[in-house]
């Protein structure tokens, strides 16, 4: 199956070893699912180092039988990490971890039935400037449930290959091989505007995160983004602590605010679920569910019935 073309810059994943992709979604989405069902019996089960926190490595292979590596990270529903299990998500996907190399690309599963909700953490991922996969996880039961999500608008909007997927029954797979073994993965077209009142911030911090911490100048702004976005950030063992001078422009910054009655971290939320909710609007289609017995209800109703020719037959064989 083809995949459509994609006219956004692209970012080939280091030729001189196998890509390694993060699996990345909010719990209950199917990731662990999905995981099994690409790498089979080639996992590794570990934890990482200093936290009670499941590390699960394995391997699967594209479409020309060349072997990539996939970390499922733990569920996260931000990378604002609120407990160890998000913490350890987060510092992968940022680089913080000396025990895991910062993946190449990323595979972010969410649950269709719920697209808006799962989508935050998404266009937190996208902000990292990596290439990135999106798979439409549970679309049978979106469809079940009246709802239609137009992927092709959704792949144009955001510019990185949408699958539709039912992990569960191992629909999708080929077409999520076949884009995983593309060496032209394209990098988002996402974009959203960060309020203005906040947007210097972003700016300075970012500046000192790329001078300071040797970050990419899209890994420091999103990086920027989050140490704005939760004031109770959790950091756990083996992560990189933040450069005192980053610390200290962020300490001037919510000082500023706090004198002020900005609720910054708020501002940036509404921002990103605004941009959020425009994206969805375009994207889902809510249709009628039919309503009253389902079929194997009106058989059963049938064959159940007192005066049915089905029920006499049963009472005398």
């Given at each position: 199956?083809?995949?459509?073309?994609?006219?956004?810059?692209?970012?080939?994943?280091?030729?001189?070893?196998?890509?390694?992709?993060?699996?990345?979604?909010?719990?209950?989405?199917?990731?662990?699912?999905?995981?099994?069902?690409?790498?089979?019996?080639?996992?590794?089960?570990?934890?990482?180092?200093?936290?009670?926190?499941?590390?699960?490595?394995?391997?699967?292979?594209?479409?020309?039988?060349?072997?990539?590596?996939?970390?499922?990270?733990?569920?996260?529903?931000?990378?604002?990490?609120?407990?160890?299990?998000?913490?350890?998500?987060r510092d992968v996907l940022l680089g913080r971890r000396s025990d895991t190399p910062q993946p190449d690309?990323?595979?972010?599963?969410?649950?269709?039935?719920?697209?808006?909700?799962?989508?935050?953490?998404?266009?937190?991922?996208?902000?990292?400037?990596?290439?990135?996969?999106?798979?439409?996880?549970?679309?049978?039961?979106?469809?079940?449930?009246?709802?239609?999500?137009?992927?092709?608008?959704?792949?144009?909007?955001?510019?990185?290959?949408?699958?539709?997927?039912?992990?569960?029954?191992?629909?999708?797979?080929?077409?999520?091989?076949l884009a995983m073994s593309r060496t032209d993965l394209p990098l988002s077209r996402h974009a959203w505007?960060?309020?203005?009142?906040?947007?210097?911030?972003?700016?300075?911090?970012?500046?000192?995160?790329?001078?300071?911490?040797?970050?990419?100048?899209?890994?420091?702004?999103?990086?920027?983004?989050?140490?704005?976005?939760?004031?109770?950030t959790v950091r756990v063992a083996g992560s990189t602590p933040l450069h005192a001078r980053t610390a200290?422009?962020?300490?001037?910054?919510?000082?500023?605010?706090?004198?002020?009655?900005?609720?910054?971290?708020?501002?940036?939320?509404?921002?990103?679920?605004?941009?959020?909710?425009?994206?969805?609007?375009?994207?889902?289609?809510?249709?009628?569910?039919?309503?009253?017995?389902?079929?194997?209800?009106?058989?059963?109703?049938?064959?159940?019935?007192?005066?049915?020719?089905?029920?006499?037959?049963?009472?005398?064989?």
């Amino acid at each position: 199956m083809a995949l459509p073309a994609h006219i956004a810059p692209t970012a080939a994943a280091p030729v001189h070893r196998q890509p390694v992709y993060a699996l990345v979604g909010n719990p209950n989405c199917g990731k662990s699912t999905l995981f099994n069902a690409l790498t089979g019996l080639k996992q590794k089960i570990g934890n990482y180092p200093g936290v009670t926190v499941e590390k699960k490595v394995g391997t699967t292979y594209s479409q020309h039988g060349q072997p990539m590596t996939i970390i499922d990270l733990p569920g996260a529903y931000s990378l604002a990490a609120r407990s160890p299990d998000e913490a350890v998500t987060r510092d992968v996907l940022l680089g913080r971890r000396s025990d895991t190399p910062q993946p190449d690309r990323i595979l972010c599963i969410v649950d269709a039935t719920n697209l808006e909700r799962n989508l935050y953490l998404v266009h937190q991922i996208l902000d990292l400037g990596r290439p990135v996969i999106l798979v439409l996880n549970m679309m049978d039961v979106a469809r079940n449930s009246g709802l239609r999500i137009r992927t092709a608008r959704l792949e144009r909007e955001l510019g990185i290959p949408v699958i539709p997927c039912e992990a569960v029954n191992g629909k999708g797979l080929v077409e999520l091989r076949l884009a995983m073994s593309r060496t032209d993965l394209p990098l988002s077209r996402h974009a959203w505007d960060v309020p203005a009142a906040i947007a210097p911030a972003v700016s300075e911090l970012q500046a000192s995160l790329t001078e300071h911490s040797g970050k990419s100048p899209l890994v420091a702004r999103a990086e920027a983004l989050l140490l704005l976005t939760d004031q109770n950030t959790v950091r756990v063992a083996g992560s990189t602590p933040l450069h005192a001078r980053t610390a200290e422009i962020l300490a001037q910054w919510q000082k500023r605010w706090s004198a002020t009655g900005t609720d910054w971290a708020g501002t940036l939320v509404t921002s990103r679920y605004d941009a959020i909710a425009r994206l969805c609007g375009e994207t889902i289609e809510h249709k009628p569910v039919e309503s009253g017995p389902s079929g194997s209800d009106r058989i059963d109703a049938v064959v159940t019935h007192p005066d049915s020719g089905a029920g006499w037959c049963w009472a005398v064989s």
